[in-house]
């Protein structure tokens, strides 16, 4: 039942590949999360009202929310392709799922990296370089990965 005419070109996986992976990117979400969470609260509460804080508050927002989707999508996933789901859960398609889940991690990545680069900027234009290069170099870094 994971994989149906309509799938749109998406791979076929193995409920127990998709279990592994959903669990493993749910895993990361939420440590992600709590992580970008954290950030957006230091800066809501400390960081100063310059273009850098408020970007990086903006980045972390973004992240937080896109890995809140991502858990929820990876445990969608898990209940699917367990093999004592119920019917009616077992019957739903990753159709939806599959795509949300890789995209709103992917976001949340990208979200994180940026709130990380703008960070450095509420700080001093030296540190902003620097955490701007790093953060470009680890997007670029987490694409190459994911290619």
Avoid: C
Avoid at 89 to 98: E, K, L, Q, V, Y
Avoid at 120 to 143: E, Q
Wanted: hydrophobic content about 55%; proline content about 3%; aromatic content about 8%.
């Amino acid at each position: 039942m994971l994989s149906k005419e309509g799938d749109y070109g998406m791979t076929p996986l193995n409920p127990d590949y998709l279990t592994a992976l959903a669990t493993q990117l749910g895993s990361v979400s939420a440590f992600f999360g709590g992580f970008a969470a954290t950030m957006l609260a230091l800066f809501l509460t400390v960081g100063g009202k310059s273009r850098g804080s408020l970007v990086a508050a903006h980045g972390s927002a973004v992240a937080a929310v896109s890995f809140i989707v991502a858990v929820m999508a990876s445990s969608a996933l898990v209940a699917i392709a367990h093999p004592d789901a119920p019917l009616a859960t077992a019957a739903r398609s990753t159709t939806a799922i599959r795509p949300l889940l890789g995209i709103s991690f992917s976001i949340g990545i990208i979200g994180l990296l940026v709130a990380i680069a703008a960070s450095g900027w509420s700080h001093s234009k030296a540190m902003g370089w620097t955490t701007s290069i790093i953060s470009s170099v680890a997007i670029l870094a987490v694409f190459l990965l994911v290619k």
